[in-house]
């Protein structure tokens, strides 16, 4: 079944650093989903992309789907500690109607 | 605007009881899902709906059943719990299965 990876699974930085988590699809995906989970909350959406090698922006977040749409990346300018926590692709591939996510990257801030 | 509730925020089960873990969406949403949380692996698919009466298994189906009678309401039943099913459980809604989706608060769940 569609399995999708995330490295790394943790990243201490500080304030101040830049941060990249990366994800990667066993499958072609139809689009891609990103998540931030803070710490004891739930998932909370953040963006999505669809077309193949999209980049999107929000503030000091990057966001890029690869060409062949099996892979994606984060990448935080600057942290803050307010970016502090776990940040998750999920995306759906192939035939299925499954959200599939992946193992998810834990982001420390030290101020 | 309640979004997604699900219920009980914590609960702990002796192995072999059964119980179900409730979860209801006010934002008319067809897609419905259920998913499981452990230290490291991320978030599991355990099973979803894409419509009233339309469920299926996910990732991690055993174990645990599901039903969907209303758009409103998608409970997750463990038929004889074990303590491998200690975890935090989600329940997520969206529109359609490649849209947004919005998670409850969680479920925090102990298997002794």
């Known amino acids: 079944g569609q399995q999708v990876m995330q490295i790394p699974q943790y990243q201490h930085v500080q304030e101040g650093e830049d941060f990249t988590t990366y994800c990667n699809s066993s499958t072609t995906l139809s689009n891609i989903q990103w998540y931030k989970q803070r710490p004891g909350g739930h998932p909370v959406f953040l963006i999505q992309l669809v077309k193949s090698g999209e980049v999107k922006k929000q503030k000091r977040l990057t966001f890029q789907f690869g060409e062949a749409k099996k892979n994606s990346s984060l990448h935080i300018t600057a942290t803050q500690t307010t970016d502090v926590g776990t940040y998750f692709c999920?995306?759906?591939?192939?035939?299925?109607?499954?959200?599939?996510f992946g193992t998810g990257t834990l982001l420390a801030v030290q101020p | 605007n309640a979004g997604v509730t699900q219920t009980p925020k914590f609960q702990v089960l002796k192995t072999g009881q059964s119980m179900t873990l409730q979860c209801a969406q006010d934002m008319n949403h067809e897609y419905m899902s259920w998913y499981r949380q452990d230290p490291g692996m991320g978030l599991r698919l355990i099973h979803y709906?894409?419509?009233?009466?339309?469920?299926d298994q996910g990732e991690v189906p055993n174990g645990y059943n599901v039903s969907r009678s209303t758009t409103e309401d998608f409970p997750l039943r463990l038929l004889s719990a074990a303590p491998s099913q200690t975890s935090v459980y989600f329940c997520a809604s969206a529109r359609t299965w490649s849209t947004e989706a919005f998670f409850g608060q969680g479920t925090r769940l102990t298997v002794v």
């Open positions: 999920a995306g759906n591939g192939g035939a299925t109607n499954k959200l599939i």
């Open positions: 709906s894409v419509g009233a009466g339309i469920t």
